[in-house]
């Protein structure tokens, strides 16, 4: 998963052990990034509620909503899975830990936080970032498993979002569609999937697309732009 957000500094024992984690900061989201990534897990959720589309990041394929449009609830709640009814993003979640690549890791990455959430652990509402035992605490922990959930989910989406455009699947979003609204980064560009084109592919491309997932990305990213109108009124 592509590190879309900055601020962020490798997290060891050594220099972070005495010190907690702010998890009410996640209003900075929203204040320095227009999209969010959504991962193809939450994307039904997610379609039911906003227009997604798709976008390039640093050679990779993202699918990624306004971030005016989601609720950044705190994420220092210890069950990271308790939120219902309310839609937020895994990228939330996981806020402000990252997975970030080091070489000498034998995973090829290690766990990031954003520093400006990183406090006095006597500070009010501060969460521990290390247990007793030297490992992550609980809550760190937690998040820990879920980028690494959202790493793997990432690469589906991008191989798949790369098998819609070699396809001639995407189509450039225009600002005359008004799909996104009027946006800041508006010279970004984004894409949509054609759906059109999808009617008229062979019985073995449709397969294709159904067997990497393509066709199941292809319908929920179609479907979000149902809330066009909303999103624009």
């Keep these: 998963m592509p590190n879309w957000y900055s601020h962020q500094v490798l997290l060891n024992y050594a220099e972070h052990a005495g010190l907690g ?4 900061q996640t209003e900075v989201l929203k204040h320095d990034y227009t999209w969010l990534p959504v991962s193809l897990r939450e994307m039904a959720q997610a ?8 976008k390039r990041f640093e050679q990779r394929w993202l699918i990624v909503v ?3 449009d989601i609720s950044l609830l705190n994420s220092n709640n210890k069950n990271i899975e308790s939120r ?3 839609f937020v993003p895994y990228c939330v979640q ?7 690549p080091v070489e000498t890791s034998d995973s090829g990455f290690q766990l990031g936080i954003d520093q400006r959430c990183i406090v006095p652990l006597q500070e009010k509402g501060a969460l521990p970032l290390f247990s007793q035992n030297r490992h992550y605490s609980e809550t760190v922990m937690d998040r820990f498993h879920l ?5 793997i989910d990432s690469e589906i989406v991008h191989s798949a979002c790369e098998l819609l455009a070699r396809k001639g699947l995407l189509m450039l979003i225009s600002e005359a569609e008004k799909i996104m609204g009027d946006i800041k980064e508006r010279e970004v560009s984004v894409y949509r999937v054609d759906i059109d084109a999808i009617g008229r592919l062979s019985r073995e491309d449709f397969a294709d697309l159904q067997m990497h997932h393509a ?5 929920y990213q179609h479907s979000s732009l149902f809330h066009t109108e909303q999103h624009a009124s």
């Design 21 to 24: 984690w702010q998890g009410d």
């Design 47 to 54: 379609s039911a509620h906003f227009p997604i589309v798709i």
């Design 66 to 68: 306004l971030t005016s």
């Design 84 to 86: 219902k009814g309310v």
């Design 94 to 100: 996981v806020y402000p830990f990252s997975l970030m």
């Design 147 to 151: 980028l690494y959930r959202l790493k």
């Design 215 to 219: 066709m199941e990305l292809a319908i």
